[in-house]
């Protein structure tokens, strides 16, 4: 049996739960509760932003399947740092990185 990759990360598992809190609240107040009214809305950009900061700290995964040591929800992506190749959300913050190139890893420290 072959494992999948279903994306399941901390900013993804974050992101959605707020977004889910702040559709209902929103939804409150279309129905008459007022403050809902724009506490949904900023709850849903709450949401987002949230999910981008998790996603840029190394909780989120680049696009595509993840190797399979890394499908767990508590693992951090350590490539984050450098930008994800072909990720919107990594551009948008300002590292880019080019499709194919491989993440190199740190290079110790000499002391």
């Not at 809190?21 to 809305?41: D, E």
């Not at 929800?73 to 072909?86: F, I, K, L, S, Y």
Request: proline letters at 8%; aromatic letters at 4%.
């Amino acid at each position: 049996m072959v494992a999948t990759d279903e994306g399941h990360t901390l900013a993804g598992w974050v992101g959605c739960a707020l977004a889910a809190v702040g559709a209902a609240t929103a939804g409150l107040g279309i129905i008459g509760w007022r403050p809902g009214l724009w506490l949904g809305p900023a709850a849903l950009a709450l949401a987002a932003l949230l999910a981008w900061a998790l996603h840029l700290a190394g909780w989120g995964k680049p696009p595509g399947p993840r190797p399979a040591g890394q499908h767990p929800v508590g693992v951090r992506d350590m490539t984050a740092r450098e930008g994800h190749a072909d990720c919107v959300g990594c551009r948008l913050a300002g590292r880019r990185r080019r499709s194919g190139v491989a993440a190199l890893a740190p290079a110790p420290v000499k002391r």
